[in-house]
C-alpha cells in the first residue's frame, strides 16, 4: 500500500513503497527536493572474466548478473553521471547522500559526485570482518568497500548525530574505519531454491549506522538500488520512511516479504543520543525575566570573583559588564567562557550553577513540546 506525505502544494511521495522500474526515470518523476538521505549501492561493474572455483573446486557465486554489466567504461560512467543528476535534484537542500562501492567503481563514482556538485564529508571504509578469500591467490584478499557520504552542496546544514554515534561505539569518537561483518547466516535471504537472493545483500549493521548517524525519525531515506530491502527494513524499524526503487521483480518480492516481517521499535528506542548543542536555546534573560534569578542577586565565580545580575539579564562586574559568557571570559583572561557553568548562585547557604535553572526550562519545554 502506497502511503504518501505532502507539503503544501508539493506532489504526493510515495514513502514506504518499492517503486517497479528503471532507477533514473523513476526518480525523475518523483518530487523534487523531497528526500532527506539517499542510500545508494550502484552496480560495481564488477567486469568478471569467466568463472571462479574454489580450492575444492567448488563454483564461487560471483556477481554475474545483467544488471552489473556495462559495454565500456564510458556507458558506465554515463549511467552514474545520470542517476546521480537524477538523485542530486530529489535531495533537500539539507540532504545527503550515501554510495557504496569496491575498487572496481568507487573511483569513478566518487569524481562523478563532484562533477554533479555534490560535497564530499567523508570517505568511510567498511573492512569486512569476515571477507571472501582471494582464491586465485594472484592479489590481496579483498577485504573492504569504501561509502562517499556527501552534502547536497557545500553550504547544506546536513544531519551528523555525532554523540549517537559516539554512544555507538562505547564514548569513544567514531572512526572512518567500521568493521563490520558481511551478510551472513539467518540475515542472508535465500530463494525458493536455497540460493542467494541477492548477489550483493548489505548487512543490516551497516545500514543501521549509516541511518543512526546522518537520519532522524520521520526522515525520508530513498534506495534506488533497493535489492533485497535492507534499506527499507532497517529504515522502517528506526521510524524513518523509505522509498525503494527495483526493475527486478524477484528482488522486489523478496523486499516485500521481508519488511511486511519487520517490526517498528517504540517511540523511546528510537531516541538517540544529542549533544548540547541539540538542546533548545535558553537566553540568560529569561531565567531573570522568570523571577528565577532576581536584578542585584550576586553571582560567584568558581575563584571567588563575583558579579550582579542586571534587569536585561546581562552582569556587572566591579570593572567589567556584558553577557554571562562575557564577563566570565574578561575575569579568566580567556578568549571565551562558557557562563553556564562558570557561574554560582547562593541557596541555603550552598552555591549553586546556574547552568541548574537552564536545565529546569529545557524540562519545562521537552513537557510541553508535541511527540
Known sequence: MTVTKTKGAQAALPINTILAGDCIETMRSLPEASVDLIFADPPYNLQLRGDLHRPDNSKVDAVDDAWDQFANFEAYDRFTKDWLAAARRLLKADGAIWVIGSYHNIFRVGAAMQNAGFWILNDVVWRKSN????????????????LIWASKSEAGKYTFNY?????????????????????????????????????????????????????????????????TGTTGAVAKMLGRDWIGIEREAAYREVAEARIARVRRFDREALETSQGKRAEPRVPFGQIVERGMLRPGEVLVSPRGATAKVRADGTLIGSDVKGSIHQVGAALEGAPSCNGWTYWHFKRDGKLVPIDLLRQQVRAEMDETRPH
Open 163 to 227: 554523540e549517537a554515534l559516539k554512544a555507538l561505539n562505547e564514548g569513544v569518537q567514531m572512526r572512518s574505519d567500521w568493521v563490520l561483518p558481511i551478510c551472513t547466516g539467518h540475515e542472508r535471504l535465500k530463494d525458493a531454491q536455497g540460493d542467494k537472493a541477492h548477489p550483493t545483500q548489505k548487512p543490516e549493521s551497516l545500514l543501521h549506522r549509516v541511518l543512526v548517524a546522518t537520519t532522524n525519525p520521520g526522515d525520508v531515506v530513498l534506495d534506488p538500488f533497493f535489492g
Open 131 to 146: 571477507p571472501m578469500p582471494n582464491f586465485r591467490g594472484k592479489r590481496l584478499t579483498n577485504a573492504h568497500e569504501t
